[in-house]
Nanobody, 116 residues
Framework: QVQLVESGGGLVQAGGSLRLSCAAS????????MAWYRQAPGKQRELVGT???????NYGDSVKGRFTISRDNAKNTMYLLMNSLKPEDTAVYYC??????????WGQGTQVTVSS
């Protein structure tokens, strides 16, 4: 069973930066696609972006140009670097192992709060 543990969330002012980490219990080199999702209060969970085993990334329109996903296979860790944060980025952020179009495993989530 794959376990994913996020860390790095917190409170930051608008315009600031945060880096989230997602540590996996297995070798992420064997995971084809990993992803970050977020869920704001009262809203549906949305896809932030994905990264493949070949380090190809894709991002949602709302974060494109501000967020960067990377992975370190040696540390079995995926990262989400968030720059130019906005209050509307406030959400619980989840990492996930994708299996095709579906999510095979979720992390427990980490809260990100951006103050105006």
């Amino acid at each position: 069973q794959v376990q994913l543990v996020e860390s790095g969330g917190g409170l930051v002012q608008a315009g600031g930066s945060l880096r989230l980490s997602c540590a996996a219990s297995v070798s992420i080199a064997s995971i084809g696609v990993m992803a970050w999702y977020r869920q704001a209060p009262g809203k549906q969970r949305e896809l932030v972006g994905t990264i493949t085993s070949g380090d190809v990334t894709n991002y949602g329109d709302s974060v494109k140009g501000r967020f960067t996903i990377s992975r370190d296979n040696a540390k079995n860790t995926m990262y989400l670097l968030m720059n130019s944060l906005k209050p509307e980025d406030t959400a619980v952020y989840y990492c996930a192992r994708r299996v095709g179009a579906f999510v095979g495993n979720w992390g427990q989530g980490t809260q990100v709060t951006v103050s105006s």
